[in-house]
């Protein structure tokens, strides 16, 4: 077994209650399951014991945090332990007062999603008109002088317009810009159809990304993330498993990433039970896919297997039904042929008429 | 090229943490950090918008006796300089 490497983020999902239904929300799709959500108390020690084991990152997410009223509780305790905190919202449903009531705190940093440059197309992907209060929340940040991210996640219908997008953030004087292409796994996998887009689009959106980098170099940081459809070698999925990232489920999982307990026979114990420390070290589903002794070929004997960690564990099991196979993105997996219909399938560029399934807390139907 | 009587700080989104793991410095920004060695987090701890770029220098001198002033001026504002490209440290106009 590997050793537990030292953690540096903490990713604290608060809840998975949101206001919106994002058609690649990065939730489970079973999430109304994990109902039994953490209290305050549970929370604050789990910030405590993250931080002594090397934690100095929270990014307090969801769902949509500002649906906990302990939420300014948890950013105090955080600052008290001199932790980066960071908020990661859709911006709804937020008072300016309960803003301030954040900055008074001591929080760091406010990310804020937004589905697209365009109202009606925005808040079509949010399943509900959210997009003008967006934009006020994004005003407020700036006006009580939060750093600001904006984040924007890419797809077939609005990666036409990543440089709308980058001009939106510019007004709003974004200090950094996320353009994140959908992975497609949990809601987005569902959608894929509808969401995946062709390789020209792509590669589009990324020269004018790449431009505006250099362009608002130390003014706005601009960050373009490739989907791992139409990349050769898959990412380092979360810095690698159990790495660098821990995850705490809103009913207190500790997990490698945000979807691992979507894995079968996967066991991850459970705060309520264990310290962080304990879960870190000795978790059996931690430990399963941590290092390189669970790789099989051709990640075994890969030159990049120290740096793309046979990439992600969901996406192997989502496309082959074996969370231990190479990821399927990678262009050696034997398993690659999955990945290439997929984009085959995105690339016949006409028009089709798929709707889509909008995030809910009923189980969607299979297919 | 930052201007001698320049104040650097630290932008709004960077935070300097010390890192008890470590022992060393931590620069922290969204998503990020940069582990710093300790001429960095030296120079960092200065940039409070209330010291020139001069003022800067001339304390570091008095703690890198051994370095020679051109040299150690020249360092300081690469560093700066490459800060200020990764929006990490401002310098008001």
Redesign the interface.
């Known amino acids: 077994m590997s050793p537990a490497p030292?953690p540096?983020?903490l990713v604290a999902e608060l809840t998975y209650a949101c206001p919106l239904h994002c058609v690649y929300c990065s939730n489970p799709v079973d999430f109304a399951r994990h109902r039994d959500v953490l209290d305050t108390a549970t929370w604050r020690r789990v910030l405590r014991e993250a931080e002594r084991l090397?934690v100095?990152?929270v990014?307090f997410t969801g769902g949509e945090p500002l649906l906990r009223p302990d939420l300014e509780a948890l950013v105090e305790e955080a600052r008290a332990l001199?932790l980066?905190t960071?908020l990661i919202t859709s911006g709804l449903p937020l008072e300016r007062a309960r803003l301030e009531r954040l900055r008074r705190l001591g929080l760091?940093?406010v990310?804020v999603s937004i589905q697209d440059a365009r109202p009606a197309e925005s808040d079509r992907i949010a399943g509900r008109e959210a997009f003008h209060r967006k934009l006020e929340v994004a005003r407020w940040v700036k006006e009580l002088?939060?750093?600001l991210?904006v984040n924007t996640v890419l797809h077939r219908e609005n990666l036409d317009r990543a440089g709308e997008v980058i001009a939106l953030a510019e007004e709003l004087h974004a200090?950094?810009l996320e353009l994140a292409n959908t992975q497609y796994l949990g809601w987005a996998l569902l959608n894929r159809q509808t969401l995946l887009p062709t390789p020209a689009q792509i590669e589009s959106a990324r020269s004018v990304a790449v431009a505006a980098r250099k362009r608002l170099?130390?003014?706005?940081?601009v960050v373009f993330v490739v989907p791992d459809y139409y990349v050769e070698f898959p990412p380092a999925c979360m810095d690698g498993w159990g790495r660098r990232f821990m995850v705490v489920s809103p009913d207190g999982l500790l997990l490698p990433c945000l979807l691992a307990h979507t894995l079968p026979g996967l066991s991850f114990g459970n705060v309520r039970d264990q310290s962080v420390d304990e879960l870190w070290t000795s978790s059996p589903g931690l430990a399963a896919f941590r290092g390189e002794s669970w790789m099989p070929e051709p990640c075994r004997s890969c030159a990049r297997r120290s740096i793309d960690f046979g990439g992600c564990r969901c996406q192997a099991f989502h496309l082959t039904g074996n969370a231990g196979a190479t990821d399927p993105a990678c262009s050696l997996s034997p398993d690659h042929a999955l990945v290439e219909a997929a984009r085959a399938d995105a690339a016949r560029a006409a028009p089709r008429l798929v709707s889509f399934k909008y995030r809910s807390a009923r189980a969607p139907a299979a297919g | 090229m930052i201007p001698p009587a320049a104040r650097p700080s630290l932008a709004a989104k960077a935070r300097l943490r010390f890192d008890h793991a470590s022992g060393g410095y931590m620069l922290l920004y969204p998503e990020r950090g940069l582990a710093l060695n300790p001429t960095a987090a030296s120079i960092l701890k200065l940039c409070n918008g209330e010291l020139t770029v001069d003022a800067i220098v001339e304390r570091l001198q008095g703690e890198y006796t051994d370095r020679p002033a051109p040299e150690l001026r020249q360092d300081v504002l690469e560093f700066l300089e490459e800060m200020v490209r990764r929006g990490l440290l401002q310098v008001p106009a």
């Open positions: 030292r540096y983020t090397g100095v990152q990014n001199d980066y960071n760091d940093n990310q002088g939060f750093p991210t200090d950094r170099e130390g003014r706005m940081e």
